[in-house]
């Protein structure tokens, strides 16, 4: 059984007005597939506006109205089951600045319906995972960047997701954070969870994910081994061309 | 399951807000300065009464004759009266100008055979009570003077007399503030509700919510709950500091009404009109700067129409009836109902009604705009 698998995904934001007003239709995605081995780091590249975050958006249920179909683990979306087997970390940190980090973890924990004592253990279990134990009652306005990029990620490990989705998880980071978030991402893919990596990074991309599908303008332009590509940043500038992306 | 999330959203909500001292200052101590202020400075105008203050007057006595220094002596040994003297070089054309008195009296030669009347002068920033009780002091006065009579108004209350109800007690200024100014800070939740709403939408929390099996209902009721609980307390502290606190420190009486528990249905109709409110802009905004600017427009704008700034009661005509576009005009009715007029249910409930149809208006088309991404 494959973690991910999109099947013919098409997706629009036009409203019909937009549509009928602009004469056509822009795709944020047309007939999109790709699929994740379980087990494995997948890499998601793509220039700016190629569709990722779309992707991101559809495969987390954020996003509903496309056609296709996105399976997780076998369960068709949008599901429960499926949803729960997911953790997120977006690209922007999504977390409550006026609260502290135990707060946060406190009130995902609640959202993901885990029960005040699984909160707590899993609580300090991925704050110790992301280093962030002894800032754990320290309001996340007081972090740096680093520290907040490593509380987006451990609330989004709290409730043990099978397969993770991370959105540009290394932003605005110093390598000692990025080099922390590596090493967290190798120990979660040993103990058998599957990670779906966006990233512009493309060192990033080529340091710790075995697989790779490359986007553009909402079409999949590339699917395979990280090992079947020499030098990752030449082969992603030849799929998708060197002229600015600024539409 | 949704009652844990629901109660962990009012829980995230709250500690948000009272970490927030601007959103405490703004909604908690905005009103509370604002009834203090408000009540000492309409402390004159609302009383039946001059009140601890007598008008500063200029006294001109030209003609110095037997009854016009008789009149000029009743004028300045009156209560209401403190005469000024014109002080050396001043015109006493200028005499307002240099703020030194508020109304100037001149008695001119030829007084006495009722040629010339009595010239009475105005700063033309005087207020309007206070210039009809000089106007009326001074013909009661000059008509003892010219025609002889001791005291006119022992006279005149034997042909005109006020009576009032046994139980009339005249309005202080506090029971119009304290419902004015709660109402007033209640529109305010507008501002921290929609500057949060977007906040969560910008920095892409709400997102984070979708991932997670949470239905939009519950975060829309999530973001709403709270903040109607926040204009409960807001109104229950207005009416404790009202109470119990206000009018020892300024000495101001102030009187709950004698249907107190009418207070209930009124506070949890207004405080769904006002968070309706919020909701409203909430979808209506699309940046942080515009939230501010219409949620503090609209609530000023309806304070201002509804009687908050301006007593409805010194409106004109036209605005007395435009007055009635505001949700803050109802509510400020149907408190002033409970409060003054001592009112039954049933002369309440047509406002409740207004007010709740405004509240299922804002929600519906705030239902039919919202966009969660």
Known sequence: MKALEISGISFCYNSPADKSSSGGIEFALRNFSMSVEKGKIHALLGPNGAGKTTLMRIITGVLRGYSGDVFIFGNKMPDNTALMSIGCAPQAISLYMSLTALENLHFFGVMANLSDEQIATRSDAVLAQTGLTDHAKKLVSTYSGGMQRRLNLAVALLHSPKLLLLDEPTVGVDPQSRNHIYETLRNLNASGMTILLSTHIMEEAAHICSSITLVDRGEMVFDGAMSAIDNLEKFFLEKTGRGLRDD | ?373
């Open chain 2, 1 to 373: 399951m949704i009652k844990r999330q629901l109660t962990e959203f009012v829980k995230k909500e709250m500690l948000i807000m009272f970490r927030d001292k601007q959103t405490i200052l703004l909604l908690f101590f905005m009103p509370l300065a604002l009834i203090f202020f408000m009540t000492l400075a309409y402390k004159g105008v609302y009383a039946d009464k001059i009140y601890e203050k007598q008008i500063p007057l200029v006294i001109e006595n030209e003609s110095k004759t037997p009854k016009a220094n008789l009149l000029e002596k009743k004028i300045v040994s009156n209560k209401m009266i403190k005469r000024v003297d014109l002080p050396p070089g001043v015109d006493k054309d200028c005499i307002f100008e240099q703020g030194k008195a508020q109304v100037l009296v001149i008695i001119p030669k030829g007084f006495e055979e009722g040629t010339k009347p009595v010239e009475i002068y105005f700063d033309p920033v005087f207020d309007t009570g206070y210039k009809i009780a000089v106007r009326s002091l001074m013909t009661s006065l000059t008509v003892e003077v010219v025609m002889g009579i001791e005291n006119i108004d022992a006279i005149v209350a034997n042909l005109i007399t006020e009576k009032t109800k046994k139980d009339m007690i005249v309005p202080s200024p506090l029971q119009l503030t304290v419902p004015a100014y709660a109402i007033f800070a209640m529109f305010f939740i507008a501002i921290p509700m929609s500057i949060g709403f977007l906040k969560e939408k910008n920095d892409g929390t709400l997102q984070r919510l979708f991932t997670y099996s949470v239905s939009p209902n519950a975060i829309a009721l999530g973001k709403i709950i709270p903040y109607y609980v926040i204009n409960v307390i807001q109104f229950v502290l207005m009416l404790f500091v009202g109470t119990f606190i206000a009018p020892y420190l300024i000495d101001t009486p102030f009187q709950t009404g004698t249907h107190l528990w009418h207070l209930i249905p009124v506070t949890l109709v207004v405080a769904a009109a006002t968070t309706g409110f919020g909701v409203l802009i909430a979808t209506l905004a699309k940046t942080l700067e515009q939230t501010s600017t219409l949620a503090a427009t609209g609530a000023i704008l309806m304070g201002v129409l509804g009687g908050i700034m301006v007593p409805h009661f010194v409106m004109s005509h036209t605005m007395q009836k435009l007055a009635m576009i505001s949700p803050i005009f109802w509510a400020h009715q149907a408190y002033l109902d409970v409060f003054l007029r001592n009112a039954n249910f049933s002369t309440i409930l047509p406002k409740l009604a207004v007010l709740s149809l405004f509240a299922l208006a804002c929600f519906f088309i705030a239902g039919r705009r919202i966009k969660w991404m």
